[in-house]
T-cell receptor
Framework: GQQLNQSPQSMFIQEGEDVSMNCTSSSIFNTWLWYKQEPGEGPVLLIALYKAGELTSNGRLTAQFGITRKDSFLNISASIPSDVGIYFCAGLGTSYGKLTFGQGTILTVHP | DTEVTQTPKHLVMGMTNKKSLKCEQHMGHRAMYWYKQKAKKPPELMFVYSYEKLSINESVPSRFSPECPNSSLLNLHLHALQPEDSALYLC?????????????FGSGTRLTVV
C-alpha cells in the first residue's frame, strides 16, 4: 500500500525557534493534510492542501504541497510552548476514502 | 455544530465484557470512520461507512463490530477483547468518502482491557 515517510521523528527546540518537518512518498497523493495531536485528544486539522505547488499559511504555520505530488512540508515560525504535541501528515491517494498517515513528529518546546 | 462527539471518554472493560463506543456528528457528513491509535503512533483505519453502509473493513477481528444506525451516529460494539486491544479509539467524519473536505476527528475513547 501507499506509505508516507515523515521526518524528523522528534524535535527538541527552544521557544522562538522555527521548525520544519516534511513527508515524502513514492506514491502520488491528491490531497495533503497536516494534523496536530495533543495528549488525550484526537488529531486537529491544521492545514489542508489540495493542489500541487499550493502554499498555504495559517497564522505561524505554513505548508506546501510538493509539485511532484509526492511530498509536503510544514513550517512553524517563532515556536511557543503550546506548539508541543505530535504532528502528523496525511495524504489522500488512490485508495478511495483512505487517508495514509506519516509516523508523526514529536515536538518539544523548551521555554 | 462542527464537532464529532465520542462517548465515553474513558472505558475500562474485562475480557468477557460487552461494551459499545458511540460517535455522533451533526455536520451532515455522509462518511464516518473508526480508527485505532496506539501511543505515539499514527491512527490506523478500521472501518469506513458511506451513506450508512459499511464500505471498508480493514480486516478487523470480529470482536469489533461497527454499526451505523443513521447518518449522524456510528457505534463500535466490543466483545471478548484482548489486552492488546487497549488503545485510543477515534471516530472521524467527512463530507463524503473519497474527499477530505471537513475531515474531522473526535477526541477519542481511551479503552483499557483488563
Amino acid at each position: 500500500g501507499q506509505q508516507l515517510n515523515q521526518s524528523p521523528q522528534s524535535m527538541f527546540i527552544q521557544e522562538g525557534e522555527d521548525v520544519s518537518m516534511n513527508c515524502t512518498s513514492s506514491s502520488i497523493f491528491n490531497t495533503w493534510l497536516w494534523y496536530k495531536q495533543e495528549p488525550g485528544e484526537g488529531p486537529v486539522l491544521l492545514i489542508a492542501l489540495y493542489k500541487a505547488g499550493e502554499l498555504t499559511s495559517n497564522g505561524r504555520l505554513t505548508a506546501q504541497f510538493g509539485i511532484t505530488r509526492k511530498d509536503s512540508f510544514l513550517n512553524i515560525s517563532a515556536s511557543i510552548p503550546s506548539d508541543v504535541g505530535i504532528y502528523f501528515c496525511a495524504g489522500l491517494g488512490t485508495s478511495y476514502g483512505k487517508l495514509t498517515f506519516g509516523q508523526g513528529t514529536i515536538l518539544t518546546v523548551h521555554p | 455544530d462542527t464537532e464529532v462527539t465520542q462517548t465515553p471518554k474513558h472505558l475500562v472493560m474485562g475480557m468477557t465484557n460487552k461494551k459499545s463506543l458511540k460517535c455522533e456528528q451533526h455536520m451532515g457528513h455522509r462518511a464516518m470512520y473508526w480508527y485505532k491509535q496506539k501511543a505515539k503512533k499514527p491512527p490506523e483505519l478500521m472501518f469506513v461507512y458511506s451513506y450508512e453502509k459499511l464500505s471498508i473493513n480493514e480486516s478487523v477481528p470480529s470482536r469489533f463490530s461497527p454499526e451505523c444506525p443513521n447518518s449522524s451516529l456510528l457505534n463500535l460494539h466490543l466483545h471478548a477483547l484482548q489486552p492488546e486491544d487497549s488503545a485510543l479509539y477515534l471516530c472521524a467524519s467527512s463530507l463524503s468518502q473519497g474527499t477530505v473536505y471537513g475531515y474531522t476527528f473526535g477526541s477519542g475513547t481511551r479503552l483499557t482491557v483488563v
